[in-house]
């Protein structure tokens, strides 16, 4: 059976849309639930804006898993030590922010994989196999194809190398953060400003000189969106964070109650 991570950059590659759930502030497995049965594919927990532990991140990409879902964490550093206890823990994927030299993203992939083209821990018991004890020969070549290793090009000089860093051996994706791209060029949220043109058009070449998958965030839905997909980047959709569904579907219940009150109180004076 094709594992998640598999078939969600094989989705990807066949321009299929696939959902992804931001996670921040959930803290349980029932995020993990949530998402399955809303329908999205991939979670991406967010450890490097929130204050979220490596133990809760890994247990949310260990359910995730369990439930059919591919996990994807967010790093706050290139760290090492964080990104495999990540990836024993359960995790299919880390995205590294803000690289920008293909000697970082050299680094990242060593902390990602196992030898030969990197220098990840070996061990012998995944929550991705069931706990299963599983000799090296038979566990590393399978858990290294089901690990996808993205960068974030989210600065002007990860632009300036953006080709060396794509042609890097051990990179899935390369994907544009664009809010903190324009606030490094100092128009932030400015989705029309040159640097982010600029940056699109040498990330689409990079990823199709070395095949790579390509992809934007912080893009809002609309024409923008669609054209940037039409041009090349996969549809990997973010259909929301945890912390900005809570708050939205608070404010409507919110609009709703006060406003059965009030017709509530309008029917009791008549």
């Known amino acids: 059976m094709t ?54 991140a890994a247990a949310l990409a260990a359910a995730s898993g369990d439930l059919g879902l591919t996990a994807l964490v967010r790093v706050p550093e ?10 024993d823990g359960g995790a299919h994927g880390i995205i590294a922010p803000r690289v920008e030299t293909a000697e970082q993203a050299r680094r990242l992939v060593e902390a990602c994989r196992f030898p030969p083209r990197g220098h990840r821990s070996q061990l012998s018991q995944l929550p991705q196999r069931g706990m299963v004890p599983t000799p090296a020969a038979a566990l590393n070549s399978t ?72 992809m934007i965030g912080g893009v809002p839905q609309g024409p923008l969106q669609q054209r940037l997909i039409e041009a ?5 959709l973010l259909a929301g964070i945890d912390s900005d569904l809570l708050f939205r579907a608070a404010v409507d219940r919110s609009s709703e109650t006060l406003a059965w ?7 009791e004076s008549h």
């Open 3 to 56: 594992s998640a991570p598999v078939s969600l950059l094989a989705a990807l590659r066949a321009g299929v849309p696939q959902l992804m759930l931001g996670v921040r502030i959930s803290r349980t497995t029932d995020i993990a639930r949530i998402a399955k049965s809303a329908g999205y594919d991939c979670l991406m927990i967010d450890l490097e804006h929130s204050a979220m532990s490596v133990d809760t």
């Open 78 to 87: 290139h760290e090492y030590g964080m990104i495999g206890r990540l990836l």
């Open 143 to 214: 858990i290294d194809r089901e690990t996808i290793v993205k960068v974030l090009i989210e600065s002007p000089r990860g632009v300036a190398h953006v080709d060396e860093i794509a042609a890097v051996d051990g990179i899935d994706i390369i994907g544009i953060g664009a809010n903190d791209l324009t606030s490094e060029l100092g128009a932030p949220g400015d989705h029309d400003h040159p640097g982010l043109g600029l940056a699109v058009d040498l990330v689409l070449a990079a990823a199709r000189a070395h095949d790579r998958i390509a």
């Open 232 to 236: 090349g980047f996969a549809p990997m």
């Open 261 to 267: 009150h009030s017709s509530l109180a309008e029917k």
